[in-house]
């Protein structure tokens, strides 16, 4: 169906044009985008983890506690909560619906 469009478009169409260049505006933001959160990514990751963290060992949880966590489904229910925490955060920057 885009073949359709793109091979019926004319050079004095405008509705082809502005279409080009919204997407190519689009292409322009999006690489913006993707250019600033890789370079706060290699900031993060240039950052070195603290000495008192490095000598870690494994942590274990004993059985009685990941039994009463499995029981309670923790795991879906934390899930459900920062999913719903999150639409919220992002609904109220939504000016007509916050």
């Known amino acids: 169906m885009n073949e359709e469009i ?8 405008p509705s082809c044009t502005l279409e080009w260049l ?11 985008l993707d250019s600033i959160l890789s370079s706060v990514a290699s900031i ?10 490095q000598n870690i060992g494994t942590i274990v949880v004993p059985s009685s ?6 029981a309670f489904q923790l ?19 939504i000016p007509i619906i916050g």
């Open 75 to 93: 795991d879906i229910g934390i899930g459900i909560i920062v999913s719903a925490y999150t639409a919220r955060f992002i609904l109220k920057r």
């Open 44 to 53: 993060f990751e240039s950052i070195p983890a603290p000495d008192f963290m």
């Open 65 to 70: 506690v990941t039994w009463i966590l499995e």
């Open 22 to 32: 919204r997407d190519e505006f689009q292409a322009f933001g999006v690489w913006i």
């Open 6 to 13: 793109i091979n019926s478009c004319q050079w004095y169409d």
